[in-house]
């Protein structure tokens, strides 16, 4: 109850312009999830930005518009939430950091996707924004296992769930099975898992 309670003050905080300050000992890990999700959410809204351009199918043009869409308001939170919560400003990851990060493509893969001939192309993306979305998942769950701000840990849900709900939709799931792997998504990362786990 008490947590319910603090997070509704901060929302209220936060309605005024007002953000509590951040609630944890460890900068370190909070900081480098806001920074790499962030810069997992750039190449995200790239890519979506592609397809509300390029995708053949008018359901997969209307759901990368909303990824482009949710993607960017979340990372528009987590820029606001540094700002607020460290004094210090937001480093640009690194080589490294990139090539570590899961889920995140490389310059052959952004290449192929612009270069790929029309009927190529909603295969494609489906493919590769799947494995983007995978390792948005996983940078979430990873978060979700410590004891981060609540309010980034919220943040870190919610990407979860909408990631794996949008990799259902890709592939074409809805109606009942889409609302029983969304029920499944709440509580655990699904899409990550091997069969039979």
């Not at 109850?1 to 929302?11: V, W, Y």
């Not at 053949?56 to 869409?69: C, E, F, T, V």
């Not at 939430?81 to 004094?87: A, C, H, K, V």
């Not at 990631?163 to 809805?174: K, P, R, T, V």
């Amino acid at each position: 109850m008490g947590g319910i309670l603090m997070l509704g003050a901060a929302a209220q905080f936060a309605a005024y312009g007002h953000e509590l300050p951040w609630a944890r000992q460890d900068r370190s890990v909070d900081q480098g999830f806001i920074r790499h999700m962030s810069t997992h959410h750039e190449q995200g809204i790239l890519l979506a930005s592609m397809a509300a351009e390029r995708a053949g199918d008018p359901h997969l043009r209307a759901l990368s518009k909303l990824m482009a869409a949710s993607q960017g308001g979340e990372t528009r939170i987590l820029a606001h939430w540094w700002t607020s919560w460290f004094d210090e400003p937001m480093q640009t990851c690194s080589a490294q950091e990139r090539a570590a990060m899961p889920g995140l493509l490389d310059a052959a893969d952004l290449a192929k996707l612009q270069s790929i001939e029309a009927s190529s192309f909603d295969g494609l993306f489906v493919d590769l924004m799947t494995r983007h979305h995978k390792g948005a998942v996983a940078m979430a769950d990873a978060l979700l296992r410590g004891q981060s701000d609540p309010r980034l840990m919220i943040m870190a849900h919610a990407i979860r769930h909408a990631q794996q709900g949008e990799i259902a939709l890709m592939h074409g799931i809805h109606g009942v099975p889409a609302v029983s792997l969304a029920i499944q998504h709440m509580f655990a990362d699904r899409v990550n898992r091997s069969p039979g786990d």
